[in-house]
C-alpha cells in the first residue's frame, strides 16, 4: 500500500484499545490495521492519513503475544524482533513495543488472528472491534457491519460474547432511559480517572549492582561529600534515581489501602489497633529494582490518584479512596498529603520533611513527622510517625534497609503501637528484621501488654497473643504484590502542568531509555526552572501560595500542615452519595446535588452545554459539562443476572443505599439485642453459681449440726448400769436414805417403798 493512503479496498480491522508504550499509562486511542501496518489514532473520527499519532510496520518484523494483566480484559503485547523502534509518526515515539488491552476475549481473538495474519504476509477478515457505540456513525459510513454488542462485528463471539453482552446493553438503556449522548461519552463530577498498571518487570526486590562507568560516577560523587552532609545540596546522578516522584512514591503505604477500610469494622478498640498495625507493615515491601531515589519534588508539585475498593462482607458497599499530595515547602523539603475514604471510614493527614545525610558507610534518608489517621464513624485520631531508610555498600552491592522506631498511638483508647526495624549488624544479624508490641497504657501509669510482634517486614510478620501464647499471622508478603489493586490517575491529556508524571515525563522517558545524558538534561531544565521562579519572587516580594494546604504553626520542630477542605465528618448515609475530586479538592456530593445535575443532564438528554439545570455553586465558568456526574463510577454499579455490571440512575442507587444502610440498621440492632441477652445469661449464670454455692454451704452447715445432734444423742442414751439414768437414781436414793435415817425417825415406813422406786419387786 501506498504511504500516505489508507485503502478500504485492502483487509481491514478497526476499534477503540487501551494502549502502553507510547504512553507511559494507559490510554485510549482508536487502532486501525491496514495491510501490514497498524495505525494509531486519537479517535475514530480522526482515523484518516495524515491524522494517526503514530504507526507500526508489522510485516516479518514484529511478534504479538498474549499478555497478562492484573485489570479487568485481555491483553496482548507487540514487539519488534530486534529490539529497534518499531513506531514512526509526527510526535517521534521512540519504542520497541506497544502493550494493547480490550475489554472482552472475542475482541483479543480478533486483533490476534488480525495482527498474526499481518506479520506473515497473509489476507485476514475485515471487521470492526467496537466498544459500546463509539463507533456506529463511522461502521455505517464505511460500509462495516456494527455490532451492539461490544464485541466483533462479523466474528462469533461465543456463548460468552456478543449474546450476553447484547442484552446487557439493552438493560443499561432501559434503566437510563435514553441513549447515549452524540459524544459517545457521559458527563462526569469531578475528575475522570484511568486505570494505571504497573510494569512488573521493573520492579524487584533484591539489591543493585554498581557496573562499568557508574562506578567512577560514585566515586566521583564521594569526592563532592563529607560526612554529616545533607545530600539534598548535591546533584545526584540520575542512574541511581527511581523513575517517579517522592509524591507518587508515598502511595506505597497506601497500596493495601483496603487493611485501613477494615480498620472500623472492629468492635474493640485493641482489635482496631491490631488491624491498624498490619496495614501500617503492609506498605514496606514494596519498591523499585534495586537501591533507587525518587525524584526531589518542584515546589508546587501535585499528585493525583484513586483506588477503587470492592464490596467486602464486613463493608457491603463500594468505595474510592482518594489520595492528593503537594510539595509544599522546597527549602527545607517539605511534602504534605490527604488520603481520604469516608465512606469505608477513613481520613489521613501527614506532612513529611525528607532528608538525606551522608556517612562514610552508607545513607540515610529520614522522613521528619507525623501523620493522623481519623476514623471518622469511631471519633478515634492515630498519630504515627515513618522509619529512616538506610543504603549501604558503596563498591559491591548496594543494599536498602529499614531502621528506627516507629510509634502508632491512640489517645483516646490508650491503645500503643511500637515496632522497632532492625539493621544488620556487622557481624551475624539478619536483613529487614522487625520486633515490636502493641500494649494499653492503665489510667494508673502502667502498661498491658496484648501482643509481641516478630518477623521481616519483606517477608512475613507474626504476632504473639502473651496472654494465651498463641502466634498468628499478621502479614506475609508471598503472592500479595501478584493480588496488587493498581491506583487510578486522572486521564494523561487532563492532567494538570504541575503534577508529577506530566512534570517529570521527559526524565522518566530518558530514564527508561536508559539515556543519562537526556535525563540529566532535562532534570536541570526543571530544576533552573525552580531557581529562576525562586529569584523572581524574591524580586517581587512575594511570597509562594499553597495550593490546597495552610500552614498550622512554622516554629515547631515537625513540618505542620493541614489539608484545606480536610472533613473528618462521619459519612451521611441519608444525605450523601460518594466523594468526589477536583483539581486537588476532595468533597462530598449530596443526593440533591446529584439529582439536580443528572435530571438535565444524562437522564433527560438534553444539550450539555446548556446552563440549566446545573449546579450554580459548581460552575467555575469552564460551562456546565466540567461538572456532571460520571454514570462509570463504581459507586454506581450493579449486577444484572448474567453477572454483568451496568450503571444506575440516583433514583435507583438511592434506593440501594437505602436498603444497604437499612441493612446495617437492622444488624447493628440485632448485634445489640444479642449482645444484652448474652449480658443477661451471664448474669443468670452468675446467679446460679451464688445460688448454689449458698446451698453448698448451707448443706454443709445443716450436715455438721445433725452430727452435733447425732453425738449427743448417743451420749444420752441407757448403757446398761452405768447410765446416767441409772446414776441419777441412784444418787436419789442414796439420798432420800440419807435423809431418812438422819432427819426422820420412823425411817422404817419409807425403807419398804425403795425397791419399788428402784423398779424392784418390794416383797
Known sequence: MERGKMSHGESRVEGTVKLRGMFKQWTTRYAVLVGSTLSIFKDATKAEWGKAEAAIALAGKCTVTKRQTKKGGFCFKVKERSGKSIMHGAAGYKVDNAIFRVPTLAMLDAWLVAIRAAINGESFQSQIIVSGNTLASRAAEDGHSHSDDGGVAGASAGP?????????????????????????????????????EADSESIDLGGDEIQGENKGLVKTLLKQVRPGMDLSKVVLPTFILEPRSFLEKMTDFFAHNDLLAAVTTFDTPEARMLQLTRWYLSGFYLGPKGVKKPYNPILGETFRCAWDLAPTEALPFPSRTHFYAEQVSHHPPISAFYVANRKAGFVVNTAIRFKSRFNITHVLAIMYGRGVITLTNRDEQYVLNYPKAKASGWFTTLK?????????????????????????????????????????????????VCYTISGKWNERIDYTDVRTGGTYEMWDTEGKRAALVPYKRPAYDEQLPTESVKL??????????????????????????????????????????????VQNDPDVTLPDFTYKHLNTAPFDWDNEVMEVEENGIIRSVTKNELDRLTGS??????????????????????????????????????????????????????????RVRDTRKAHEAIAAQVATLLGDVADIRADLKARDKADRKA???????????????????????????????????????YISWHEFPSASSFVPSLPSFLGGDSS
Open 160 to 196: 460468552s460474547g456478543s449474546k450476553v453482552r447484547r442484552r446487557r446493553q439493552v438493560r443499561v438503556r432501559r434503566r437510563r432511559g435514553e441513549k447515549k449522548a452524540d459524544s459517545g461519552e457521559l458527563p462526569v463530577i469531578g475528575t475522570r480517572y484511568e486505570d494505571e
Open 504 to 549: 517529570w515525563a521527559k526524565v522518566t522517558q530518558a530514564i527508561i531509555e536508559q539515556d543519562q545524558v537526556a535525563a540529566t538534561e532535562e532534570k536541570y531544565v526543571l530544576e533552573q526552572k525552580q531557581r529562576e521562579d525562586k529569584i523572581a519572587r524574591d524580586a517581587a516580594g512575594e511570597e509562594w501560595q499553597l495550593i490546597n494546604f
Open 400 to 448: 536498602s534497609e529499614i531502621t528506627d522506631k516507629v510509634t502508632i498511638a491512640c489517645e483516646k483508647t490508650g491503645y500503643v503501637t511500637e515496632l522497632k526495624f532492625k539493621a544488620k549488624p556487622m557481624v551475624g544479624g539478619t536483613y529487614n528484621a522487625i520486633t515490636g508490641r502493641i500494649y494499653k497504657r492503665m489510667p494508673s501509669g502502667g502498661e498491658e
Open 601 to 658: 443532564g444524562a437522564r433527560s438528554g438534553s444539550d450539555r452545554g446548556s446552563d440549566s439545570g446545573w449546579s450554580s455553586d459548581l460552575d467555575r465558568g469552564a460551562g456546565s459539562s466540567d461538572y456532571t456526574y460520571d454514570y462509570t463510577d463504581e459507586s454506581y454499579t450493579a449486577s444484572d443476572d448474567d453477572g454483568e455490571l451496568y450503571p444506575l440512575r440516583a433514583s435507583e442507587y438511592g434506593t440501594l443505599t437505602a
Open 699 to 737: 448443706r454443709r452447715e445443716l450436715n455438721s449440726i445433725k452430727s452435733a445432734i447425732s453425738s449427743l444423742k448417743s451420749d444420752t442414751e441407757p448403757d446398761g448400769w452405768f447410765s446416767l439414768t441409772f446414776l441419777f437414781k441412784l444418787f436419789l436414793v442414796f439420798w432420800l436414805l
